[in-house]
């Protein structure tokens, strides 16, 4: 099943149009069985935050590139920042009081995440309905999250930019924030990673992301299955 709907994935072509050096990296992970936080992320998350303290000490947050370039991309499509961030930017934003720990793949996607500077989201694939696609969102669809510790439906802006799948949004505004149905549980046993590229690198970037991933996860389940599928206008 993973293969086939990772063949479905598409990106709206408009979003092509207007963001030419986007690339979308998606890579499935079946054959697991998630964990909760251990030695070995904690250790590997824990590298990964003294090494964005090291990168932050050089360049101050509003100065990196990849900041300022996911930035003006959502505020393209009506998002200030005072109203959303690229995820990998709020993870910066707390990596000096420590990321929270949360589960095995998902401390090491945030590890990665910030250690790289790009957006990595992490979804049950048991969970989706059909296949992920990024598209505009027509502000009538679905996103169950919470609201003070309570769940919640809530529809998104108009044009925003979002994944979804058949059943509704999977991610609000590009890689903000990811919805409760689909999120990474301790007992997840098929996994999705969604790496968001932009820029120049942005093919590089991601590729170069989700393989260390898979050389990651494969320490813990060596008999793991991958697919990947990569989405983009770069040859």
Same mark, same amino acid.
């Given at each position: 099943m993973g293969a086939d709907l990772l063949e479905q994935a598409q990106v709206d072509p408009v979003i092509w149009e207007r963001y030419p050096s986007y690339t979308a990296q998606l890579l499935v992970i079946s054959d697991i069985v998630n964990q909760p936080s251990n030695e070995f992320s904690e250790n590997f998350l824990a590298g990964a935050e003294q090494s964005a303290l090291a990168t932050l000490k050089q360049t101050s947050l509003d100065d990196l590139d990849e900041v300022k =370039?996911?930035?003006?991309?959502?505020?393209?499509?009506g998002v200030k920042p005072r109203d959303g961030r690229s995820s990998f930017e709020a993870l910066l934003r707390r990596v000096d009081k420590g990321l929270p720990r949360i589960n095995l793949l998902t401390d090491l996607y945030n590890a990665l995440s910030i250690k790289h500077l790009i957006p990595i989201g992490g979804e049950n694939f048991n969970y989706y309905? $059909?296949? @992920?696609?990024l598209t505009f969102a027509t502000g009538n669809e679905s996103f169950d999250t919470t609201?003070? !510790?309570? @769940?919640? #439906?809530?529809? @998104?802006e108009p044009g925003e930019v979002v994944w979804r799948d058949d059943l509704g949004i999977t991610c609000r505004r590009w890689n903000w924030r990811q919805c409760v149905r689909t999120r990474l549980e301790v007992d997840?046993?098929? &996994?999705?990673?969604?790496?968001? $590229? =932009? !820029?120049? *690198?942005? *093919?590089?970037? &991601? &590729?170069?992301?989700?393989?260390? =991933? #898979?050389?990651l996860t494969a320490r813990v389940w060596p008999d793991q299955q991958v697919t990947t599928v990569? =989405?983009?206008?770069? *040859?």
């Open positions: =370039l996911w930035r003006e991309t959502f505020t393209s499509f309905q $059909g296949a @992920p696609r609201a003070n !510790g309570e @769940p919640v #439906i809530v529809n @998104p997840t046993t098929f &996994a999705l990673f969604i790496f968001d $590229g =932009l !820029g120049e *690198k942005s *093919k590089a970037t &991601a &590729a170069a992301c989700a393989a260390e =991933l #898979i050389s990569t =989405l983009s206008q770069r *040859k």
